[in-house]
């Protein structure tokens, strides 16, 4: 038997919470099995799907942890992509940049974001006074070494000391 269609209040997000649950999770011990899962008690899944309370943000990662293609629909109300990145893999970069290959004004704006953590790793010299934020050269010397670099991925920006 397939899961019923969505047909409730698709801009209230307990309810997209409690359309999962009641379509994926077992019955009839669905809240026991939750329970069971993840170390929610089952009073609080019943709590949500009996609209007595709001879903918390563990069982948010719990659900999403098991069903990670509903995540932006179960979050935002809407299905976003079915592409997740995690920026400790190689090539994330990369990869984020060449979803969003045509788009340039998104493209844009990532390597606007980006650009002042990545520029040294592609041995782009910064300042503090010529940042990519003020400077689009430097934006599109930063995407033109994205695109012809060899590496497989900047290394992941972590904590800077300052000295």
Sequence with gaps: MTPDRFS?????????????????????????????????????WQNVCNRAQQPSIEMVAALASIYPFFLSWMVMGKAQTIMQLDPTEPGWFKTLLSSVEGATNAQTDILHRYADRLLEDFGIPTSSSDTSATNAARREKLAEALRESPKASPKVPGPTSKT
């Design 8 to 44: 409730g209040d698709a801009n209230d997000f307990r309810e997209r919470m409690i359309w999962l649950i009641q379509n994926f999770a077992g019955k009839p011990t669905r809240y026991k099995m939750l329970e069971t899962q993840f170390g929610i008690s089952a009073r609080k």
